[in-house]
């Protein structure tokens, strides 16, 4: 190469300083705050392509720019790496590695897959850490792949997403406020339904049994963040089939039980009591938590990944009821994911913004915007408790 055309090399990758010129049309005369400028100033430069062609050349921030192109590509290939996950789990390939090491062979004969389609699909679960290829062509699970494998609530809430990728197979119109009647809108039946107690029960059966197996994490997590040891009878207001109930019965063997949620939801919530020797603890009753009277002799109430559900109008109708059926000191604990600085708040929102929209109401909501709803509706002695995984969950305590 001659020493001219270097030259013009350096020159066409000299970095040019950006300008409040570079802003784009909708900044306005006002300067806007030092820290707002800054970003600007260093948005502009980060656009630069003879800026990140410099930072490739030096070691150190090469290294902070490898990072953040990866994490952009795992938002560029998230579909794919999201339909890795829900053929292993159609599969069954987590469950049956869940006994232990099997070949590429092996795995194919299984799941009745060509072997070089296997390996290609093994290889993919490996760089995801979902596997571990111990040796050549032998497949074990990683500590991800054996969460898959034995939590069925995580695999329900996978193959639950056909249905979310299908609302969202063309965002836009959803953005817009143009589709409105999503399959996720008439799977939650309780939602699209002006008067839900009066669903069936085939209309409640799925989204029950769905729910039931995705409360683990949320039950331990909410035991490990609020004290039931002092708890004489603990009323769950939506409470489902009575997952969360049985866990907080089991952890505290003196504990009674209410439950309240539709009737049709009640009747599966007592069989399931029931199944798990329960049923001389716990008293079950059916209605609409946003109108009917609700049992008042619960010491403590808990409301778990029920507000979320709910735009702020019924949410409000939904509090003021239970402030009016609730007897004064009774400690209500609202549970569910919220936003916050965390990175496992701000992966909640951001899921839990979007699965909502293809919802067609309720939102992911601060701990402050869920403070301020509770002061509205009357409680008082109002705290945020944080809980050991705020991408699960984060708890509201309040007093009747």
Not at 32 to 59: D, G, T, Y
Not at 215 to 236: E, K, N, P, T, W
Not at 359 to 381: E, H, P, V
Request: net charge positive; proline share 6%.
């Amino acid at each position: 190469m001659s020493s001219r055309t270097r030259q013009e090399e350096r020159a066409s990758t000299k970095i040019r300083l950006p300008s409040d010129r570079d802003a784009g049309p909708f900044m306005t005369s006002t300067a806007p705050p030092l820290a707002l400028r800054v970003r600007l100033w260093r948005n502009r430069l980060l656009a630069s392509p003879a800026f990140r062609a410099m930072i490739a050349r030096i070691p150190l921030l090469r290294r902070v720019a490898n990072g953040k192109a990866n994490a952009l590509f795992r938002l560029t290939g998230g579909f794919i790496f999201s339909q890795v996950l829900l053929a292993g789990v159609r599969l069954g390939l987590y469950e049956i590695l869940a006994d232990g090491p099997l070949s590429t062979g092996q795995l194919a004969t299984h799941l009745g897959m060509p072997p070089e389609r296997m390996r290609v699909l093994l290889r993919a679960n490996a760089d995801l850490r979902l596997l571990i290829e111990h040796a050549p062509d032998l497949w074990v699970l990683n500590d991800a792949g054996v969460i898959l494998a034995t939590d069925r609530g995580l695999s329900g809430m996978i193959r639950h997403h056909d249905m979310l990728y299908r609302d969202l197979m063309e965002p836009e119109p959803l953005l817009r406020g143009l589709k409105t009647d999503t399959e996720l809108r008439r799977y939650w039946a309780y939602v699209r339904e002006p008067r839900p107690d009066g669903l069936a029960a085939e209309e409640v059966a799925d989204y029950s049994i769905l729910m039931r197996d995705s409360q683990a994490m949320m039950a331990d997590c909410i035991l490990a963040s609020h004290d039931f040891g002092r708890v004489r009878v603990l009323l769950d207001v939506g409470g489902g089939e009575g997952a969360f109930l049985a866990a907080a019965a089991f952890a505290h063997p003196d504990l009674q039980l209410r439950l309240f949620d539709l009737p049709a939801v009640a009747q599966r919530a007592a069989s399931h009591l029931e199944t798990l020797g329960l049923a001389g603890r716990a008293r079950v009753h059916g209605g609409d938590f946003s109108r009917d009277r609700l049992p008042d002799d619960a010491d403590c109430v808990t409301l778990i990944r029920v507000l979320c559900d709910h735009d702020d109008a019924r949410v409000a109708v939904i509090l003021a009821n239970l402030h009016h059926s609730l007897r004064p000191g009774t400690r209500l604990v609202v549970a569910e994911a919220m936003s916050g600085p965390s990175e496992g708040a701000r992966l909640g929102a951001a899921y839990f913004g979007i699965y909502f929209l293809a919802l067609g109401a309720g939102r992911c909501r601060s701990d402050r915007d869920i403070m301020t709803l509770l002061a509205a509706a009357g409680f008082s002695a109002i705290r945020c408790v944080p809980s050991p995984n705020p991408l699960i969950a984060t708890l509201v305590t309040a007093l009747r």
